[in-house]
């Protein structure tokens, strides 16, 4: 059974850095493409980053997050990462990992809540 479970948010001001983990249970980790996702309060989930299979080489963002948000991986430790810097209220949310493309998502996990507010 696929678990993935992420860590690192919490309160933080605007302007503020966080650094989001995920760890996934799956072996062919490495073969698959990974995104982070996020719901605000009271709206749909949507997709933030996505880093392509093996190196990681190809990584995209939503417009919101450019240039603030970087996406990464350790496939020998089955990490994907998430740094976010210059905070926004609007980020607060939960954050999520899972396959990217979300059509190929698995069940998903907790989350964890990042909440931007002074």
């Known amino acids: 059974q696929v678990q993935l479970v992420e860590s690192g948010g919490g309160l933080v001001q605007p302007g503020g850095s966080l650094r989001l983990s995920c760890t996934a249970s799956?072996?062919?980790?490495?073969?698959?493409?990974m995104g982070w996702y996020r719901q605000p309060p009271g709206k749909q989930r949507e997709l933030v980053a996505t880093?392509?299979?093996?190196?990681?080489?190809?990584?995209n963002y939503a417009d919101s997050v450019k240039g603030r948000f970087t996406i990464s991986r350790d496939n020998a430790k089955r990490m994907v990462y998430l740094q976010m810097t210059s905070l926004k209220p609007e980020d607060t949310a939960v954050y999520y990992c899972?396959?990217?493309?979300?059509?190929?998502?698995?069940?998903w996990g907790q989350g964890t809540q990042v909440t931007v507010s002074s």
């Open positions: 880093i392509s299979s093996g190196a990681g080489i190809n990584t």
């Open positions: 799956p072996t062919m980790f490495r073969i698959l493409a």
């Open positions: 899972n396959r990217a493309p979300e059509g190929n998502a698995w069940s």
